[in-house]
């Protein structure tokens, strides 16, 4: 009868605090505002005068901005939404959304939040700090490295090669990922909008270096290939026109089918190597001169095929050739340069008869000659005369120089998931090196417990490495958060990346997760919780001032676990029906205030994580035992452990009550069964149960075992 009142009553009490829990946050909903697509009033306001908002692009989600000048309107900008180019999800499992204004130039107008859900800049540091990191884009240029530099060590622009944006204290991995979102959607518009490649990022672009030359002639050089020659025949190009409307039109090429249709030869002048040889020295440093840095290709084709038709406009862009690097057209113009009649061409060749062009690479393409390029050849066949059929086909020739030539951007350019593990090594390897300890110390527990004193030693060190490093300094405390990032993921409205952003808390939950089906889900919760930690040493002050600790009667303990439960349903519910409000839901968790930033936070957010430390100086432990929703879901996960590896004697619970008695968790029944969903793997018990002066079996044991010599000493006598 007992037992179905407690099971009646906690059902009644599970109900009631759940729908509680949904009614407030249908309430916060109601109320929320809610991010959407800014219409074209919204931006006018963001773009007031001199600055109009013209029509939203109907095929790329932007908008133009133009300046008001007396000469007309001039574009100033393209404005767009983050969410509709690079939605990568943040720790709330939900992307930052940001206005970006990107200039003709490659340059950033200005940035500006729309929309956030970091946890860190929601109720932590607050939105300011947020604010203030955006506002340091303005005048940056996508042409140049962006990377995130700690706060207050940016250097001057003559000083550093990239542009350096200063990060934000408490919230490295938050920054990173608007990084990533800043400059890989506005490089989605450039590449759009601004004839950016699509192939590389501007920054990820190699140099020429300057001082490599030697004298080589035309043939050499086509020989090591600094100079790529493409040959076609009349049978070559006829038999690639087999089966349409023009084939067999070409009586020329049909007359000489082994006749060259086409001979096309591609250099990169730029590279001295190539162009000094090439043009000589007076010709190529007068042409360098007035490239202004760009990146240029010499084309030259003789044969029946001309990419210089009659219609050809001198520097305008060439209709049969074209550049693609990583299979994306590159932008690129004829630089109206004739200087070339000396070239040291071939026997043969007859420069007089042949098209040759200087077609200087828009520096905005972001072309990198480090990487392999192609040029594209187009032959136009056209069959009728009013009304013309008209047939294309394409041919390629590919292009690529030595990698000795230039200097190769670094590895890392501060931009990727691989940046941020790197950029995380050390946090990285000392959790790992510390987690192998902790993982060896476990699995030799009989050794580990041996000494009382050494064991207390041990874990009181591994709760402050706890404490201090995995949470304070690598911020790798574990929250119910990134529940939120999991539950949007599987509803499809984000990805699992953004468990990758966050490598030290990747680290130690993948631990805790992995322990979970060996120790249970004591392993996190008592050794790898940062506040888990901070609760433990607040017990351990009040120990030393021998405060008075209260606890809760046998009868009310499985009642008291209860909470944290419902705790957990809530959120789980605001995660799938109100994710907008789970960033207020998870205030429950004083983890953010407590250990990412180390209580400067405002007064309310303070007392409360201070007033559960205090509990817990009169109840141990007391927010993780009964309020702790990610201890609820390690609880709830408990299932899967497959070893039952805390040692027990037949004499435990029966009639011995002592580790019972001394668990502080509760999680030792009256039986004497551990009841792994709740023990915190302090090891109190296996301390007790190896110790033949603190575990009474074995103490009454070894009494009897000494009446009985006694005994038999007496009878020998």
Not at 461 to 482: D, E, K, R
Request: net charge positive; with cysteine; charged share 20%.
């Amino acid at each position: 009868m007992k037992n179905s009142g407690f099971s009646r009553l906690a059902a009644g009490l599970s109900c009631i605090v759940t729908l509680l829990a949904a009614a407030l946050c249908l309430s916060f909903s109601v109320h929320a505002a809610r991010a959407s697509s800014l219409d074209r009033a919204a931006m006018e306001m963001f773009f007031p005068k001199p600055f109009t908002v013209g029509e939203r692009d109907a095929t790329l989600p932007v908008w133009p901005i133009f300046r008001q000048s007396y000469n007309g309107d001039v574009l100033a900008a393209y404005a767009f939404e983050s969410l509709d180019f690079e939605p990568i999800p943040g720790f709330s499992g939900t992307p930052v959304n940001l206005l970006i204004a990107i200039k003709p130039s490659g340059e950033l107008l200005d940035v500006k939040v729309l929309d956030q859900h970091e946890p860190v800049f929601v109720d932590g540091l607050g939105p300011e700090p947020l604010m203030d990191f955006v506002r340091q884009y303005a005048g940056k240029s996508l042409r140049q490295s962006i990377k995130i530099v700690a706060p207050g060590a940016t250097k001057t622009a003559a000083e550093s090669v990239a542009a350096e944006i200063n990060g934000v204290a408490k919230a490295t991995a938050s920054v990173r990922i608007i990084n990533e979102t800043i400059v890989n959607s506005a490089l989605q518009v450039a590449r759009e909008r601004l004839g950016f490649s699509r192939g590389r990022d501007p920054n990820r672009a190699a140099h020429v270096k300057p001082e490599i030359f030697e004298p080589l002639s035309f043939e050499q050089m086509l020989q090591r290939g600094l100079i790529r020659h493409l040959h076609l025949t009349n049978r070559q190009v006829e038999k690639s026109f087999a089966g349409t409307v023009v084939e067999g039109v070409d009586e020329k090429g049909l007359a000489d089918p082994q006749g060259a249709f086409a001979d096309v030869y591609l250099a990169e002048v730029d590279v001295p190597l190539v162009g000094r040889n090439l043009l000589g020295e007076k010709h190529w440093r007068k042409l360098m001169d007035q490239l202004d840095g760009a990146p240029a290709m010499l084309v030259l084709s003789s044969g029946r095929w001309t990419f210089m038709p009659e219609s050809f406009v001198p520097g305008a862009t060439p209709n049969l050739i074209g550049l693609n690097q990583a299979g994306a057209p590159v932008a690129w113009r004829d630089f109206a340069w004739r200087d070339t009649l000396d070239l040291p061409t071939p026997a043969g060749l007859d420069l007089a008869n042949s098209d040759v062009a200087i077609m200087r690479i828009a520096p905005q393409a972001a072309f990198d000659p480090a990487s392999p390029s192609e040029l594209v050849l187009r032959v136009l066949r056209e069959k009728g005369q009013i009304f013309p059929e008209q047939v294309t086909r394409d041919f390629s020739l590919a292009y690529g120089l030595p990698q000795n030539l230039f200097d190769l951007p670094p590895s890392d350019d501060g931009k990727g998931i691989g940046s941020i593990w790197r950029s995380r090594a050390r946090d990285i390897g000392i959790i790992s090196a510390g987690l192998a300890v902790l993982a060896v110390a476990l699995a030799r527990q009989r050794a580990l417990t041996f000494s009382p004193q050494k064991f207390r030693a041990f874990r009181l060190a591994w709760l402050a490495f706890t404490l201090f490093f995995i949470g304070w300094i690598a911020q790798a405390q574990l929250s119910i958060v990134w529940l939120f990032g999991l539950v949007k993921a599987i509803k499809g409205e984000g990805t699992f990346g953004f468990f990758l952003w966050d490598p030290p808390t990747l680290i130690v939950t993948l631990f805790g997760i992995a322990a979970l089906f060996v120790w249970g889900r004591g392993t996190f919760c008592g050794w790898l919780c940062p506040f888990g930690a901070l609760q433990e040493f607040a017990g351990e002050i009040a120990r030393l001032l021998r405060l008075r600790q209260f606890g809760l009667p046998q009868r009310y303990e499985r009642l008291s676990r209860l909470p944290k439960f419902l705790v957990l349903a809530a959120i789980l519910v605001t995660a799938f029906f109100f994710s907008s409000q789970a960033e207020k839901v998870a205030e429950v968790e004083p983890f953010k205030t407590s250990i990412t930033l180390l209580f400067m936070r405002s007064a309310p957010f303070v007392l409360y994580a201070v007033a559960l430390l205090i509990a817990g100086m009169f109840h141990y432990k007391f927010f993780c035992r009964y309020l702790c929703p990610l201890g609820a879901a390690f609880a709830a996960l408990s299932f899967v452990r497959r070893w039952d590896w805390i040692p027990r004697r037949k004499e435990c619970g029966a009639p011995c009550q002592l580790c019972r008695v001394k668990c502080r968790y509760g999680a030792i029944e009256k039986t004497g069964e551990i009841v792994y969903s709740e023990c915190f793997q302090c090891m109190d018990c296996v301390v007790i149960i190896d110790n033949p002066q603190l575990c009474v079996p074995i103490v009454v044991q070894e009494k009897h075992a000494r009446r009985e010599q006694h005994k038999q000493l007496e009878a020998a006598q």
